[in-house]
C-alpha cells in the first residue's frame, strides 16, 4: 500500500492576473504611496491649463489687466510645475524599488519550485525553455510592475481628471470631445486578441531558439567531429528566420495599434477646434474655454497613446506570467510524507542507517501502456557489494532512480532500513543515498568547492582525506593552485577522468550510507581505472554499494551480480556463478572480453570485502529465489 504523502501546498490561481496580484500584497502600503504621490503630480499636470484659462479669461483679455492677479497665478503655475516633478520622481522611484523586490520574489520562488520537481518534469521540458523562464519570462514580468502599473496609474488618473475638468467648464463641449472614446474602447477590442497572439507566438520561438542555442553549445564536441556545423548553423538560422518573422508581425501589429490612436487624437483636436472656433466667434464661449479644452484634448489623448504602448507590455507581462504560472502549479510527484520517519545523525550530520536495500515487486513506467520495470525484487544486504549489469535499455539506470528516488514506484515498493523510501524526506533519503552518475555535474568555483559542494561545515581535511581515498589526490596537487583551482564552467579545463574522481571525492566526503554508481567508469581510462577499482574497497568498507557496470571487470568481485534484460532481473549470483550457467552474464563477459581485451587481468586481488563471504547457490532461468531472496523473475 502506498505510504500517505502530504498534499501539494502549491496555491494555483486561475489568472496571470491573479499570480502577479498574490506578490503585491507585503507591498500594499508603499503602493498606496505611490497611488498618492500620483495623484498629487496629476493634480499639478491638469491645474496648469485652467491657471492659463482664468489668466486669459479673466486678466490679459480685459481692458486693464490686474498685475497682481497674474503674478498670483503665475507663481501657483510655479509651485505645480515643481511638485509634479517631485512627485512624479518619488512615484518612479518607490514603484521602480516595489517592482524589482517583487520580481525579485518571483524568480527565487521559480527557481525554487524547480529545484522541487521530479526527474520527469526535466526529461519533458528543454532547458532552453527552462532558462526563458527564469531569465526572460520574470524580465517580462518586471516591466510589468515597473512600466504597466505606473503608464496605467499615472496615465489613467490622467485621464479621469481631464475628463472632471472637462465636464466642470463646459459639459456640452466635453460631450462633443468624448464622442471618439467609445472609437478608441472598440480600437482596442478588435486589437487585443492579435495583439496576444503575436506576443505568444514570439515567446514561443525565442524558447526554441534559446533552446536550439543550448543544445549546440552543450553538444559542440560532437558537432565538430561530425564535421556538422553547416547543418547546425542552417538549424539556427532557420529558427532565428523564425523568430524575425514572429517579431515582424508583432511590430506591425502594435505600430498599427499605436498610430490608430494618433489618427484619432488628431481627429479629436480638429473637432474641437470646428466646433468650439465657432462659439468663441459668437461670443457663447470664452476664449480661455477653448484653449483650455485644446489643451486637455492633447493631454487626455497622450496617456491613451501611452497606455496603449503599454498594452504590448502588458500582453508580454500576460503571456510570461502564464508560463511562469504553469510551472509553479506543476504539482512535485515527489511529495513529502505526512508523517515522515525521523532520520538520527550522529556528531558530524550523516545520517545514521544500515544502508539495506530491498526492492519489492517494483513496476514503474512513465505512462501505462509502457512499463521499463517489471516486478523487480532485490534484498542486499547492509554493507553489500552489489552490480547491476543489462544491455542498453534493461533498465538498469531506471532502477537507481528508483533507489535514490528520482522517481517514484508505480508498482510495488523500495525500502531502506525497512521503511519505504517515500517515509523519508526528500532532503534525508539524499543524505542517505549518493550517486555518482556517467556524466559529472560541476560547477563554478574551485575544486574543494565541487568536493564538499560548498559546504563549509566539511573541513580541509575530510576534502583532502576524500580526494586520496578516490585516488584523485594526485592531479589535485599539480593544478596550478591545488584545491583551490577555480574550475572553468562544466570542468571543462579537466579531463573526463579527473572530472570523474572528483565525483568520487565528492560521494565519499557526504559519507552516504549507500553508493551508486551508475555507469561512474565509463569515461575512465585504463590507468584511471584501476585507481578507481583498487579505492573501490576502500570507498565500499561498511556502506552499501551498488554498481552499474559498463566495464564488467568493475564488479567481478561483487557480493552479487544482478542480469537485467527488458525491465526484469533475468539472472543473479557471483560471477563464477553466473560465468557458470552460461546464460545471459556470461554471454556479457564473451562480448566484453571480445571488445575490452585484458580487462579482467588487471582487476586487484581483493576478495569479498564485507569479510563474510556468501555461499551461493546457481538460480535456475526458471525463477528460483536467490538465497538472498532475490526474486527476479527469468
Keep these: 500500500m ?35 504621490l500620483m495623484a498629487l503630480y496629476n493634480a499639478t499636470v491638469v491645474v496648469r491649463p485652467y491657471l492659463i484659462k482664468v489668466a486669459i479669461d479673466q486678466d490679459l483679455l480685459r481692458p486693464h489687466p490686474h498685475l497682481s492677479d497674474l503674478i498670483e497665478i503665475g507663481a501657483i503655475y510655479l509651485g505645480a510645475s515643481i511638485i509634479g516633478p517631485l512627485a512624479n520622481f518619488g512615484q518612479n522611484w518607490f514603484l521602480q524599488s516595489v517592482g524589482q523586490t517583487i520580481v525579485r520574489r518571483i524568480r527565487l520562488d521559480l527557481f525554487a519550485h524547480l529545484l522541487n520537481l521530479p526527474m520527469r518534469f526535466f526529461d519533458e521540458h528543454s532547458t532552453g525553455r527552462l532558462i526563458t ?28 481628471l481631464v475628463m472632471g475638468a472637462m465636464v466642470v467648464m463646459d459639459w456640452r463641449l466635453a460631450l462633443v470631445s468624448f464622442a471618439v472614446v467609445p472609437v478608441v474602447l472598440g480600437v482596442a477590442v478588435l486589437f487585443r486578441g492579435q495583439l496576444r497572439r503575436s506576443y505568444e507566438r514570439t515567446r514561443s520561438e525565442l524558447s526554441r531558439l534559446i533552446g536550439n542555442v543550448a543544445e549546440n553549445l552543450s553538444g559542440m564536441g560532437v558537432i565538430q567531429a561530425f564535421a556538422q556545423e553547416p547543418k547546425q548553423q542552417a538549424g539556427f538560422d532557420s529558427r532565428n528566420q523564425a523568430y524575425l518573422a514572429a517579431n515582424v508581425i508583432q511590430f506591425r501589429w502594435a505600430v498599427l495599434f499605436n498610430r490608430s490612436f494618433d489618427l484619432l487624437g488628431n481627429l479629436a483636436v480638429a473637432l474641437m477646434m470646428w466646433a468650439g472656433s465657432g462659439a468663441v466667434l459668437d461670443r457663447t464661449l470664452p476664449f480661455g474655454v477653448l484653449y483650455a479644452f485644446i489643451t486637455y484634448i492633447q493631454q487626455f489623448f497622450r496617456p491613451i497613446n501611452t497606455i496603449t504602448q503599454q498594452w504590448n507590455t ?16 506543476t504539482p512535485s510527484n515527489m511529495l513529502e510524507p505526512a508523517h515522515p520517519v525521523e532520520v538520527s545523525y550522529d556528531s558530524k550530520g550523516h545520517p545514521i542507517s544500515s544502508g539495506q536495500v530491498v526492492l519489492e515487486h517494483v513496476g514503474f513506467g512513465y505512462d501505462p501502456d509502457t512499463k521499463i520495470l517489471r516486478d523487480v525484487s532485490m534484498t542486499i544486504p547492509a554493507g553489500a557489494f552489489v552490480g547491476v549489469v543489462g544491455e542498453t535499455g534493461a533498465g538498469k539506470s531506471t532502477l537507481i532512480g528508483m533507489i535514490a528516488r528520482f522517481y517514484d514506484v508505480t508498482e510495488g515498493a523500495v525500502r531502506i532500513d525497512g521503511t519505504d523510501v517515500r517515509l523519508y524526506r526528500q532532503c534525508d533519503i539524499h543524505r542517505i543515498v549518493t550517486v555518482v552518475q556517467q556524466e559529472v555535474n560541476l560547477f563554478t568555483g574551485t575544486v574543494a568547492d565541487n568536493i564538499r559542494l560548498f559546504r563549509q561545515d566539511i573541513s580541509w581535511t575530510q576534502v583532502k582525506s576524500a580526494a586520496q581515498l578516490a585516488g584523485a589526490h594526485g592531479f589535485i596537487r599539480r593544478l596550478p593552485q591545488g584545491y583551490r583551482t577555480r574550475l572553468s564552467p562544466h570542468g571543462s579545463n579537466l579531463s573526463l577522468g579527473q572530472r570523474q574522481l572528483l565525483a568520487f571525492a565528492r560521494a565519499i566526503v557526504l559519507e552516504a550510507r549507500v553508493l551508486i554508481l551508475d555507469e561512474a567508469t565509463a569515461n575512465l581510462d585504463s590507468e584511471t581505472e584501476q585507481l578507481v577499482q583498487a579505492s573501490l574497497a576502500q570507498i565500499s568498507q561498511g556502506r552499501t554499494t551498488i554498481v552499474i557496470a559498463h566495464r564488467l571487470s568493475t564488479i567481478r568481485r561483487a557480493d552479487c551480480i544482478y542480469v537485467m534484460a527488458e525491465g526484469r532481473v533475468v539472472e543473479s549470483g557471483s560471477h563464477d556463478t553466473l560465468m557458470a550457467r552460461h546464460g545471459t552474464y556470461a554471454r556479457l563477459v564473451q562480448a566484453h572480453v571480445g571488445s575490452h581485451h585484458g580487462d579482467f587481468q588487471h582487476f586487484p586481488d581483493w576478495e569479498n570485502h564485507s569479510g563474510n563471504p ?17 526474486g527476479g523473475s527469468a
Design 314 to 329: 502588458l500582453q508580454s507581462a500576460l503571456v510570461s506570467a502564464n508560463r511562469i504560472g504553469q510551472i509553479l502549479v
Design 2 to 36: 502506498m505510504p500517505k504523502q502530504a498534499t501539494s501546498s502549491t496555491v494555483t490561481p486561475t489568472t496571470p492576473f491573479v499570480r502577479l496580484y498574490s506578490y503585491t500584497r507585503a507591498h500594499r502600503r508603499t503602493l498606496l504611496g505611490v497611488l498618492g
Design 614 to 630: 556468501l555461499k551461493e547457490t546457481p538460480m535456475p532461468l526458471s525463477g528460483h529465489p536467490h538465497p538472498w531472496k532475490t
Design 133 to 160: 523562464n527564469v531569465v526572460n519570462d520574470t524580465t517580462r514580468v518586471s516591466q510589468f510592475f515597473t512600466n504597466f502599473l505606473l503608464s496605467v496609474g499615472r496615465d489613467g488618473l490622467t485621464i479621469v
